[in-house]
């Protein structure tokens, strides 16, 4: 064995390990959303203690084996904590500012592909706004709530930059991208020439017992090997940089423990201070914010990725449900809230309702958390109520901004209707387009109409439905193909004859 682990510490030599303890925090995963709640103001309450036991033991917050955590999303983790313990908010407050706890992620943990692309950046606009609020002093360039979904479309490096962040973390999917020869760390340059630094790698792991036995001063070497072929290998063939992210945590996970089924208490920090003592590679805790600094010392090294890194998703976590799921649901919002919105800032001498919106836009970012697909039935009927009840809001809004912009376009009083092009570049529609009768007396449905724009032209239209009643034709739903200008509207005008 000696000379197998002369040749590994070898290639340790000059190496960081950076162990980064982390609960990955689902919406819902084989429990109940209360289930999740309680579990992560216990975590979050057990982290406060761990780092508050280390101080009054007197370690130093700069020591290796002085304990770090993060959490990666407001809505899922945080909020619950905020919620149910006031009393100890300004002292998980008082953890980010000194650095010893980081915030690292958005609103909610959207995975991409279940909802609108909208709604994956306003989840990190209001992810960092409601950060900066509770957490003034957090340092909030490290995006990291991507870990658990397939990361690889070319605009990501984009929206993440123009979001603040510098740094990006992700997982999936791993094996694929070894075989493409992408590192572990990364420059990722996207279409646009964003570059936004990225550290992968999964973000479970050291939850095992094997990792800090507690007879490991005797069979010190064979841990040394173990945690080599098992943990470290595959990490140091991959990463460029003399850095290591050892993630130790899974779903949640509670710090410093095994795993969820035992919760089992594992002695890292033990661990952390005999591999400070016995090896010449270093070893520490560390939040991504100082994970990402230490890769920074090495960015010149880093390859640069251009593109998709990955055209693919991970499939095992679709759409369930389909029309009766969420999916759609959350789809049409996103779409019903951002007509909303570009209708809202077209509107003269009418202040804009941003608080509703942005009620609107959290309530769906709720609804679209990660792993909402597996919901218990109770669970699954809150979020499709207030998915619901969000897009019957959305579309009152949209209905409410479409009646005053149409009372302040000049029309002739035949107009019958005005059409709003919310998209950014212009276009020809077919169009619902209901004409309903009230002068009974002049039949005007028995006779031929022509339809008209707003430019005077002539509008193709299609009869799909009539109402009729006692000989008398009171309306008809037809379908228009109507010309419409790049965020702008038309009128249609009803003749006879």
Known sequence: ???????????????????????????????TRRWHELRYIKVIDDV??????????GVPADAPHAFRWYADCYRTEIAPYQEARPERFDELRQRVAEGRVAICGGYANIRVNHAEG????????YGRRIFREIFPEANLT?????????????????LVTQAGYDNLQFWRSHQALNEKGIPQQFVWEGLDGSQVLCCRG??????????????RSEKWDELVQYWWESLLQEKHEHAPSKML????????????????TTDEPLDLVGLVQDWTERESSSIRFATPVEAFWELQKERDRLPVIQGTIDPCDVSHKAALLGARGLWRLRSECVRALLTAETLGVLLP??????????????????????????????????????????????????????RTLAGTIRTEPNSVAVFYNPLPYERSVAVPLRLSFVETDKDNASKPIRLRDGRGREVAYQVTDEMAHAGVRWELDTLVQVHLPACGWNVVSLEEG
């Open 349 to 402: 001498e009418t202040p804009f309702p941003e608080a509703r919106h942005e009620r609107l836009w959290k309530a769906l970012l709720r609804c679209s958390c990660h792993a909402t697909q597996w919901l218990f039935q109770d669970d699954f009927d809150e979020h499709e109520a207030l998915a619901k009840n969000t897009l019957f809001e959305a579309k009152q809004l949209h209905a409410e901004s479409m």
């Open 1 to 31: 064995m000696a000379p197998l682990l002369d040749e590994i510490r070898k290639q340790l030599e000059g190496y960081t390990l950076l162990v980064v303890p982390y609960c990955h925090a689902d919406w819902a995963w084989g429990h």
């Open 142 to 158: 490290v995006q990291s709530d991507l870990v658990d979904i397939s990361v690889g479309h070319p605009q990501l490096p984009q």
């Open 245 to 260: 992210w050892l993630q130790h945590g899974a779903d949640d996970s509670r710090p410093l423990r095994m795993g969820k």
């Open 118 to 125: 909208e709604a994956f950046i306003r989840s990190m606009i």
């Open 48 to 57: 406060l203690d761990i780092i508050q036991a280390q101080e009054q033991e």
């Open 202 to 215: 999964c973000y479970s792991g050291l939850a095992g017992r094997n990792y800090a036995p507690e007879d």
